[in-house]
């Protein structure tokens, strides 16, 4: 995602070959699994990966999501229709140079169409060779039955780190009652728990993350506390903050897939290292007493942004 600019950094737009450098590097150091969404961009993300693995697209694992659309006047909505389950499915084939999927994610729910109707159409992309396996991406564990018994779900994503772990409550649970892996996407917290940023005034115009409430002024600097707390524990292990809270992620569990995201080689090889470091259990417990939960200032998303969350399904399904 950061490859085609929601991260905006004005002092470093990776090109298209620095970019094509990171999927290559990744795979040198025995990462295979890609994931883009057509909304990346929107579109370019996934040209990008589908030029950068031309000629061994059968060493990646490739996944993709769809369910956003944007309006000419900017709007995002979300489309979950089977009209549109077609379209957007021929329209990532193609752009990302393959025959097959081998993930295929809905993005977020449609409001308007229920979930076994867009599992049901996804289904017959499975039947027709277009996708391999399917998954789903910020549902709610109500939903997530209802989609598994249409068509079985390999995969959920969902945002998990040491500042984001509601979904424990009751959508991890559901997961693996049910045997389906977890993905985790931003595991460090977009960027935040990496302890590189002092200042909202750090994210440059254009930045995304701008427009989500844990960044705001405020909040930015209560959260910065917990910040330092994971520094303070990752400088006795001698790893990065980055690192560590990284690596607590990948401790939550073998079903567990942290997806760090990133366009810079530098920070590839750091995620990378982060899946070979080992914490014990009073390790664990002593990250998640310096990032208690209930101290992080902000809701994760705006309120235009939570209502295409679990969260806001799962409410008022209730």
Known sequence: MGMTGLYF????QAS?????AVINRALDLGVTLLDTADIYGPFTNEEQVGRAIKGKRDQYTIATKFGHVVTKAGEVLVDGSRKHVREAVEGSLKRLGIDTIDLYYLHRVDPKTP???TVAEMKALVEEGKVRYLGLSEVSPEDLRKAHA???ITAVQLEWSLWTRDVEKDLVPVCRELGIGIVAYSPLGKGFLAGKYQSPNDLHEGDRRKEAPRFAK???DQNLKLVANVKEL???KGVTPGQLALAWVHHQGDDVFPLPGTKR???LEENIA???IKLSPDELQALEDAVPEHEVIGKRYNETQLKRSYQYYAKNEA
């Open 9 to 12: 950094d004005k002092d470093h």
């Open 274 to 276: 982060a899946f070979h």
């Open 16 to 20: 298209d070959e620095e970019n094509r």
């Open 265 to 267: 080689l530098k920070y």
């Open 234 to 236: 990752a400088a006795k």
């Open 218 to 220: 405020e909040a930015f």
């Open 115 to 117: 979930i076994t109707e």
């Open 150 to 152: 249409v068509h079985p």
